[in-house]
Nanobody
Framework: QVQLVESGGGLVQAGGSLRLSCAAS????????MGWFRQAPGKQRELVAA???????NYADSVEGRFTISRDNAKNTVYLQMNSLKPEDTAVYYC????????????????????WGQGTQVTVSS
């Protein structure tokens, strides 16, 4: 069975850094894209960053230049390095796997992820 397990969430002061990790089940990890979504209380879940099987990355405008997504297929792990954190980054972050995406007309479009992690809380204090 496919499982995604996130780790690395926690409390950090504004301007600080945090690194999230997502360990995925074997064969699924290398298939299609993986990414990170987040959902703050009272808000819709949004895509934060995605990385394709070939290493192409996409980021939400709000995190561009601050966050970096990467993947290690040999370790079946995807990471999200978050720098210069802001209070608005506070949310539950979810790892997602098995989706496809591409940039068209300047916008990133993707299919609904098939698998999700349980979520990890990230809280940024002001």
């Amino acid at each position: 069975q496919v499982q995604l397990v996130e780790s690395g969430g926690g409390l950090v002061q504004a301007g600080g850094s945090l690194r999230l990790s997502c360990a995925a089940s074997g064969s699924i990890f290398s298939r299609n894209a993986m990414g990170w979504f987040r959902q703050a209380p009272g808000k819709q879940r949004e895509l934060v960053a995605a990385v394709s099987s070939g290493g192409t990355t996409n980021y939400a405008d709000s995190v561009e230049g601050r966050f970096t997504i990467s993947r290690d297929n040999a370790k079946n792990t995807v990471y999200l390095q978050m720098n210069s954190l802001k209070p608005e980054d506070t949310a539950v972050y979810y790892c997602a796997a098995s989706f496809s995406g591409g940039t068209y007309s300047g916008k990133y479009h993707y299919t609904p992820p098939r698998y999700w992690g349980q979520g990890t809380q990230v809280t940024v204090s002001s």
